[in-house]
């Protein structure tokens, strides 16, 4: 499902074209109720055949599997000369960073008026403009919708973390997120107001 080495994800194009796509190339997220462990998204993305595409996506695959936390396999640790799980020494690693302030992915809430951490199963849109990405997100905390303006490597690369993105002055409301299209058309209108993502450790 999820590609480690290349960090994308597989799914199948009607057309027969080979459908690996980044998180950056999903257009819209919705998690399926009823199955709840594991939870899982319905997703829609950007395929190579220039159509977009509905795709199903896990839980972990979603969050955890860009952080390497799935990745299977063993490396030597030179310190006891066993070989160790790969997972394992990720998890540390991953763990390490997000205790020193880091996170892999945040975004900065509107209506809180500040940054926050976030996951990718918290994103609801992801429309393409110019060389940025409108990017809604329902935020963790107060569960508002916000909408910034990110690079593709914001999404694409675990702990990139975009130093400032655009933030459109205003909430979105839900109903603005169930027709992308009219989410595109928004965004197209919408103002935006550059803030700066620095999480307070
Ligand atoms: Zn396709
Ligand atoms: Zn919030």
Redesign the pocket.
Known sequence: MFDPLTSTYSFS???G?D?RVPLSAFRSLERLPGAAHPAVYRISFA???G?E?PGLVSHDDLDWAPLGLRAGGTFRNLMTSLDDPLAAELVEVVAARIGAGEWPWSFYCFLEGRPRPVTPSAFALIAPGGRSLGLAVRCPACAAVSVNLVSRAHLDVPFWNDVRVGVVDHVFGEDALRAIDEFRAELDSARFDERRLDLEP
């Open positions: 194009c009607p057309h074209r459908a395929c190579s055949c159509g595409h």
